[in-house]
């Protein structure tokens, strides 16, 4: 049966989990520690209030090297962004466009790029030049798909209207097409964001100097496992920042959205 | 008699259907219309009244015959911007409120700014939204947002009015009222007006003639003159008169 | 028919084009690359037909453990998407949650991985399949609740059953979903797989190959890896395509 749950209700239910989880987790790394007695609990599954504690004494070190990897992350992000954007426009436009492009959208993401990070970083030779390509080609299928399919997805008679007075292919894209899929970009963008995080840090994990990749290796080889767990959950904090980001400005660009929330997006 | 405003002649209109069984929505119209005419399309759904609008309005091209507007072609009356389209569904853009969705189509023909507010304000009193401007569509119950795309179509100010079943949605006390204030407008204007509807007392309030269409394939069946004093005001629809016609087009339709 | 043609002749014509153009070094003098850096397709296809068993068997590692992940990811991610939906509002909490976790970069969950299981196929199924549940738990929760009210008030008003209205109603009309996921869930399986070969202990695999040949600076044979990897995305790909082209014989998607 549909409930009908309201806004504060969720917002309750979502902190109970989040309890529930942390009070599970406690209670798993007991377990893991004294009934088990497995010699390595303490780096399996450390207790979650000393990560936190371990987090909160490491706290400026760790959002140095976040937002180094952050930062690259979101220089891609809006590279592969707009990149995804123009083609999804060019292959709107041209139905020839579309036949040649779209079967090699769909076999880029089969080319395990996060597995190519060497190869790009052997052939660019400068980490964050590397790590923002790799962001930005991570980023651009997921936005090029939906864009696309918000473009392909606006009603014929909203088409009709604009074509019955005359208008021009400009003023078409202009004031129907692009503000149309706006709602189908952010469901592009909301995918893509956390991807291009991932990215920036498995290029930090590669070889780089900086940020918070390299925090999780070092951590892991000097067996510092309270430190490589509260990277950890820098890192996932990331993503999912980047994710919320998103959500945010959707909020703020598209206020008419608020009552009808889209359906979720195509990814391949 | 003058030359007729509207000439549609031998229209056919066949849509090819993937199976091969392609579909024929109309075959061998003909019509005249005269200029400042209020003319109905009435017809059970299906029967091609949406098909014979759009091919009028250039959206869609017949295959056989052809339509001349002040002997013009359909494309030339659209390229010069001179009608006003409603159609079935409110066909709103969700990101612009009210009032700028009524402003997106004097914004493309690069009417002056303070002409479209002076416009949009009047249209919006027109149809009753004045304390609605600022609203988002998704804010809006259907009849209402039906009623933003009808003030679209009249801020225009266009010489030809084509309205696809525009009332359809709405509940029978704003239809009525609606009807009425269409006449008021229009009579004000004398604008040829083309509406399409499946109502019949609708359509014999409003129209100067009635053309039935009927399906299978799509074809003008009958065309009534409604003979009923103007300016009409809603208590024309329980005169004794007003209910012949209506009985007369309900038995035209028997007959098929 | 002609139509036909023409969609697959212009993707041809330009794939021929780009390998063309890599291969007479266009890429290099553009990009400013030595031929040692970026190897030509000619030398790659030589590389990979001189080592086909080794780059074959490694291929097989890894795809058999991307494939397992992803079996016991989906199935995972599909049952908890069943069970947010058979308890609506506990369930869509928890749906929050794990919309959350789908956005923790899944290169962390490598080290862990490694501390928890012993072996190289462990670890990478580990990986794997956590990846993939997110996205199914996601795909399949949308599936099972997208559902058109009056669907539902239809099978109340017969007095269905909660596990009737489920059989009948919400897994059909999962399917689509399901088959959504599952073409995300390929490409991330196999980039999952090949990332926690970077970090765990196997010797063997499609990104040790990588991660070892780059090391010897063996970089033809690198990017013949990356071929195959790709292929076998693609024909894994081709195959959901087609399974789903049967399974969904109903839906307008297929039409
Ligand atoms: N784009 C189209 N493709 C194929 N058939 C169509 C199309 N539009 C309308 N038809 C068919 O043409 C006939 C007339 O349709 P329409 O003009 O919409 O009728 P009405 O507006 O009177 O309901 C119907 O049988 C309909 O199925
Ligand atoms: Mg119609």
Not at chain 2, 9 to 22: A, F, I, T
Not at chain 2, 204 to 219: A, E, M, N, T
Not at chain 3, 172 to 186: D, E, H, M, R, V
Request: aromatic share 10%.
């Amino acid at each position: 049966m549909s409930v009908a749950i309201g806004k504060r209700e969720q917002r309750i239910v979502a902190i109970v989990w989040v309890i529930g989880i942390i009070v599970v987790w406690e209670l798993a790394s007991f377990l893991l520690k004294y009934v088990i007695q497995d010699p390595m609990a303490s780096a399996k599954l450390p207790y979650p209030h000393i990560v936190a504690m371990t987090f909160v004494e490491n706290w400026k070190i760790l959002l140095e090297a976040g937002l180094v990897t952050f930062s690259r992350a979101a220089i891609g992000f809006a590279l592969g962004s707009s990149v995804g954007i123009l083609l999804a426009v060019l292959m709107s436009l041209s139905k020839t466009m579309e036949r040649i492009a779209f079967p090699y959208l769909i076999v880029s993401q089969m080319i395990p790029v996060l597995g190519l990070a060497p190869i790009i970083f052997n052939i660019v030779r400068d980490m964050n030049v590397s790590r923002i390509m790799i962001a930005a080609y991570i980023t651009f299928f997921p936005v090029a798909v939906n864009m696309l399919s918000g473009l392909k997805s606006v009603e014929q008679e909203k088409k009709d209207l604009l074509f019955s007075i005359a208008s021009s292919k400009f003023k078409v894209y202009q004031k129907l097409m692009l503000p149309f899929s706006m709602s189908y970009l952010f469901t592009g963008l909301k995918i893509a964001a956390p991807m291009a995080v991932t990215a920036s840090i498995l290029v930090d994990m590669l070889g780089s100097k900086s940020g918070i990749g390299v925090k999780i290796l070092y951590s892991l080889y000097s067996n510092s496992s309270n430190i490589f767990w509260a990277s950890v959950l820098t890192s996932a904090f990331m993503g999912i920042i980047s994710f919320y980001v998103v959500v945010f400005a959707e909020r703020l660009c598209l206020p008419w959205q608020k009552a009808t929330p889209r359906k979720e997006g195509v990814r391949a | 008699m003058n030359a007729p405003e509207i000439q549609i002649k031998n229209v056919s209109m066949v849509y090819p259907v993937n199976n091969g069984q392609d579909i024929v929505a109309l075959t061998d119209v003909n019509l005249d219309i005269q200029e400042g005419e209020f003319i109905s399309l009435l017809g059970p759904s299906g029967c091609g009244k949406t098909t014979l609008l759009r091919i009028i309005a250039d959206l869609n091209q017949p295959t056989a015959g052809s339509v001349a507007i002040r002997g013009q072609s359909p494309r030339d009356i659209r390229m010069q911007r001179k009608y006003g389209i409603v159609f079935q569904n409110p066909v709103l853009y969700d990101w612009r409120t009210v009032r700028r969705n009524i402003c997106m189509p004097m914004e493309i023909m690069g009417i002056p700014k303070k002409e479209r507010t002076a416009r949009i304000n009047r249209v919006l009193e027109l149809v009753g939204l004045q304390d609605f401007g600022d609203k988002y569509p998704f804010e809006l119950s259907g009849g209402m947002q039906q009623r933003v795309g009808i003030a679209r179509a009249l801020a225009l100010d266009p010489e030809f009015l084509f309205m696809d079943e525009p009332f359809s949605a709405l509940d029978e006390f704003t239809r009525e009222k609606l009807n009425e204030d269409l006449l008021s407008i229009w009579s004000k204007a004398k604008k040829t007006v083309i509406f399409v509807t499946h109502n019949i007392p609708e359509s014999v309030f409003l129209s100067d003639r009635v053309v039935v269409l009927s399906p299978h394939p799509g074809r003008i069946s009958a065309i009534v003159d409604i003979n009923l004093p103007r300016p009409r005001e809603n208590s024309i629809r329980e005169t004794p008169e007003f209910y012949e016609y209506v009985t007369k087009i309900r038995r035209s339709f028997e007959g098929v | 028919m002609k139509s036909k043609v023409i969609t697959i002749l212009w993707p041809l014509a330009f794939g021929i084009a780009l390998i063309l153009a890599w291969q007479f070094g266009l890429f290099h003098k553009v990009l400013d690359l030595k031929p040692f850096q970026l190897p030509v397709p000619s030398e790659i296809a030589s590389t990979l037909a001189a080592n086909l068993p080794k780059a074959l068997k490694d291929c097989g590692v890894t795809i058999s453990g991307a494939l397992v992940g992803m079996i016991i990811g989906s199935l995972m991610g599909f049952m908890i998407a069943a069970i947010a939906t058979f308890f609506p509002k506990w369930g869509y909490g928890g749906m929050i949650v794990v919309t959350a976790l789908n956005a923790v970069p899944i290169v962390a969950l490598s080290p862990i991985m490694n501390l928890w299981f012993s072996t190289g196929m462990e670890q990478k199924i580990a990986v794997v399949t956590v990846v993939c549940m997110a996205a199914m738990a996601i795909n399949g929760y949308s599936g099972l609740n997208n559902i058109n009210p009056y669907s539902i008030d239809l099978m109340h008003s017969v007095a269905a059953s909660e596990w009737t209205i489920f059989k009948k109603l919400r897994f059909p009309n999962s399917l689509p979903y399901i088959f959504t996921a599952s073409k995300i869930n390929i490409a991330s399986s196999i980039i999952a797989a090949i990332i926690s070969e970077y970090f765990a202990a196997s010797t063997s695999g499609l990104g040790f190959g990588i991660k070892d040949n780059l090391r010897k600076a063996e970089m033809a044979m690198g990017w013949s890896y990356i071929v195959v990897a790709s292929l076998a995305g693609v024909i894994l790909y081709c195959v959901i395509l087609l399974v789903e082209r049967d399974a969904l014989k109903w839906h307008a998607s297929q039409k």
